[in-house]
């Protein structure tokens, strides 16, 4: 292929590229490239034709479907790698997958799940409309116990790549072990949930990214003492705040937004 071939291949696939994600064209930079005999000589085609940017939801979810870097692929019926909007206002971070979640491939759909559909749904949030849902591990600790260091360790590539992409306005962080993992704190729940706190996901593919975080209990703690209930609620009120500062369009339908 010549340059001018790839460069007009690169420009078309740049433009669809944008219109997919946000429907609209953003200005574009300029791609330079060399022709076949003098370019793949010295340098491998892959460095110069797929920018970081190339990256997307669906590549993630493909590698982490095919991954085995840590021992939870081995018990795995199916990695999990998330579920909602390119373009959430939230994304919600649970801890791993459960029975219910592994034997479908989607994140929170048993009763912690249908729990969490509802705690959204109380701030005008869901899964379909305007979140996304992952979790710390994509693939099901056995027994439903909390995932370990060496499995979140591993793991947290693929958070990190959906942060970068997905780019929300605001993460909740559900659960200890995701609160304590994310940012890097031997601190109680308790004591960390209740406001939010600056979360810098500075080693993303499209660069350092500060995110407001709020951590909370996970709907599974509810479940199990409904004492859980008041913070809980008293969280997403503060995430409903945060979303009416941040959007207008959230604050429209909130009922808290200029017309
Ligand atoms: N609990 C989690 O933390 N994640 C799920 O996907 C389901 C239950």
């Known amino acids: 292929m010549t340059a001018d071939e790839k460069t007009s291949l690169a420009r078309l696939l740049f433009t669809a590229g944008d219109y997919l994600r946000d429907g609209f064209h953003l200005p574009g930079e300029e791609y330079s490239f060399s022709d076949d005999e003098a370019f793949y000589p010295d340098e491998p085609v ?138 890097k704190t031997g601190a109680s729940l308790g004591s960390l949930r209740g406001s939010f706190v600056s979360y810098h996901a500075g080693d993303t593919p499209q660069g350092a990214m500060t995110i407001p975080l709020l951590p909370t209990y996970h709907p599974s703690a509810i479940l199990r003492d409904e004492s859980y209930k008041r913070p809980v609620w008293e969280d997403l009120k503060l995430l409903r705040q945060m979303l009416i500062e941040k959007d207008p369009d959230y604050a429209l339908e909130a009922g808290e937004g200029e017309a």
């Open 46 to 183: 892959i460095s110069a034709a797929v920018p970081v940017s190339a990256d997307s939801l669906e590549t993630v979810a493909a590698e982490i479907r095919e991954c085995t870097g840590c021992p939870l692929h081995g018990e795995r019926k199916n990695a999990v790698p998330g579920e909602g909007v390119a373009r959430p206002l939230v994304l919600v971070i649970g801890e791993g997958p459960g029975a219910d979640e592994d034997a479908s491939g989607r994140p929170f759909v048993g009763k912690a799940g249908q729990l969490l559909d509802k705690m959204l749904a109380s701030v005008g949030l869901s899964r379909e409309k305007n979140c996304f849902i992952a979790n710390m591990v994509k693939c099901r600790p056995p027994n439903n116990r909390d995932p370990l260091p060496e499995e979140t360790a591993p793991c947290s590539r693929f958070l990190t790549r959906q942060i970068g992409l997905l780019n929300p306005k605001v993460i909740l962080c559900l659960g200890r072990i995701s609160a304590q993992t994310l940012l």
